[in-house]
């Protein structure tokens, strides 16, 4: 899915920043096709995506420490940002109720079109790999995955 999809789908975004509730887009547009990389809502547009570029900007420093891409990714979100090559954020102003509706419709519409963004599904508010001891189930499997010998890693994460 491009944004160019998006636009036709809700019309343009808003022209400034976003204090209040509204959807969100996460688009590449170093990329001819502006790709769109992430779709979400929040209560308040500027804050949560000031978080994520934040986010990003963490992930990046853990990754230049040589943590693995599980351990230094707080969500599938930071490190689709940060392999972007100039990712920007456009904003939607909507009430909570139509933000949700939206977001579940361009994601369905993503689907249904072979597009859906790399990091959509990825999102998670439970930590990341620095949380190893957790008995989380998805913890464990993803903490075993990212163990130097299994090939999830060396897939992942190749000359590690």
């Known amino acids: ?17 976003v204090t ?11 990329v001819a096709e502006q790709p ?6 929040s209560g308040n547009l500027a804050r949560r995506t000031s978080n994520e570029r ?22 599938a979100l ?10 920007q954020v456009l904003m939607w102003a909507l009430a909570p109720p139509d933000a949700a509706a939206t977001e579940t419709a361009l994601i369905r519409l993503a689907a249904l079109t072979g597009g859906t963004p790399p990091a959509q599904g990825g999102g998670w508010g439970w930590g990341r790999g620095d949380q190893a001891a957790s008995p989380d189930p998805v913890h464990v499997l993803l903490n075993h995955w990212f163990q130097d010998d299994h090939m999830v890693r060396q897939f992942s994460e190749p000359g590690t």
Do not use: H
């Not at 899915?1 to 920043?17: E, F, K, L, T």
């Not at 209040?20 to 170093?30: L, Q």
């Not at 930071?78 to 990712?87: K, T």
């Open 36 to 41: 769109v990389l992430y779709i979400g809502k």
């Open 20 to 30: 209040g509730s509204g959807i969100y887009v996460w688009v590449d547009a170093g």
């Open 1 to 17: 899915m491009n944004i160019d999809m998006v636009r036709a789908a809700i019309g343009p975004q808003s022209p400034d920043r």
């Open 78 to 87: 930071s490190p689709v940002l940060a392999a972007a090559e100039d990712p």
């Open 54 to 75: 934040t986010w990003t900007e963490q992930f990046k420093d853990a990754r230049r420490r040589g943590n693995t891409l599980w351990y230094a990714a707080g969500c």
